[in-house]
């Protein structure tokens, strides 16, 4: 089994910046995924504009990924993915073993728990239905909103999310319609205004009761609602439904009950600002880290991996230096500066 100086259980935003910045450190580290692919909780907003990342001015979640997962790759780190660790541990030798619910186990000096805030799985329509409609034209989410140009749009929800994807999609789809369970909408004063001073036609007190299939039964054809108020049922046909009526939020920070982790609220990880936990060996950063003047941006996260792979780095070489050479002076990047001038 390789051990690694880091296992990194978590490749979000915090998680790749904490592989890039280890590499500059020269540390080689495995980054451990539960999703299939990289990116964190972005996936939820491709195609939203990210405007508080420093230096990059308004950015669309889809390629804000894209350049997330090229940073964190610069020094090849081993990564992971569709493996969610169940628990970790300390041997009696001192390494820490990660071991996935699959059984699969990692072995590293280190530990980087960059697990977010949680695993966000969508609700569904609490109904029966054909789940291939998934792969269909029933979503979750919004990846491309070209893919919704021209058609009938059903949205059923009433959180910011669902009003944002609903403002989004005017002047992009032919028609939107936003079914409600009831007529106050929990988002924004200024997005729920615009909404309701646009051309979406909203559905209050209004449920889904049944999704109508096309002929080959492979798609969603119409809806049947009914109003709760007059109790009583209409259809709506549709070329695309999107479900956004909140998430589940499935905990995936488990650890060997032996390590006295300080949490809070039964779930973050109590730390330093320098993100050091009260388990020596194991560092936490991003959202699940908690501390006294926390900023929970995607720039706070990078900074809180800086710390934890400069204290990795000084606990493996108390010789090192305290903190990485900058990019600009950092002869780590010789080879890449000289790729680029070709």
């Not at 969508?122 to 789940?131: A, C, D, E, M, R």
């Not at 119409?222 to 999107?242: A, G, K, M």
């Not at 905990?251 to 936990?277: C, M, R, V, W």
């Amino acid at each position: 089994m390789i051990v690694k100086d880091i296992n990194i259980i978590g490749g979000g935003p915090a998680g790749l910046y904490a592989a890039f910045y280890a590499g500059m450190r020269d540390l080689n580290v495995r980054i451990i995924e539960t999703q299939k692919t990289l990116g964190g909780k972005v996936h939820f907003y491709p195609e939203k504009l990210i405007w508080d990342v420093g230096g990059i001015p308004g950015i669309r979640g889809a390629k804000f990924i894209d350049q997330m997962i090229e940073q964190g790759l610069t020094f090849n780190p081993e990564v992971i993915t569709n493996q969610k660790i169940s628990k970790f541990k300390q041997t009696d030798g001192g390494l820490f073993v990660a071991t996935s619910e699959s059984g699969e186990q990692y072995l590293s000096k280190r530990i980087i728990v960059a697990t977010g805030g949680g695993i966000f799985n969508p609700k569904k329509l609490p109904l029966q239905y054909n789940v291939k409609f998934e792969e269909t034209n029933l979503h979750h989410h919004i990846y491309h909103l070209k893919d919704f140009k021209n058609k009938n749009v059903v949205i059923v929800g009433g959180g910011n999310s669902a009003i944002d994807w609903a403002n989004d999609l005017i002047g992009v789809a032919k028609e939107v319609h936003l079914i409600h369970r009831n007529d106050t909408f929990k988002a924004h004063e200024y997005n729920a205004r615009k909404l309701k001073e646009s051309s979406v036609k909203i559905h209050t007190h209004t449920l889904v009761k049944e999704l109508v299939p096309n002929s080959a039964g492979t798609s969603v054809q119409s809806i049947r609602v009914r109003n709760s108020q007059s109790d009583q049922d209409y259809f709506l046909e549709l070329d695309e439904l999107l479900v956004n009526i909140g998430f589940d939020n499935e905990l995936n920070f488990h650890h060997d009950p032996s390590l006295k982790f300080k949490l809070k609220d039964d779930y973050y990880i109590e730390g330093s600002s320098i993100a050091q936990t009260s388990v020596k060996g194991v560092y936490a950063i991003g959202d699940i880290l908690e501390f006294e003047g926390k900023v929970r941006l995607i720039a706070g996260a990078y900074n809180d991996a800086a710390n934890a792979v400069n204290q990795i780095k000084l606990s493996l070489d108390p010789d090192a230096e305290e903190k990485a050479r900058v990019s600009s002076h950092n002869n780590r990047f010789d080879k890449k500066n000289q790729e680029k001038k070709d």
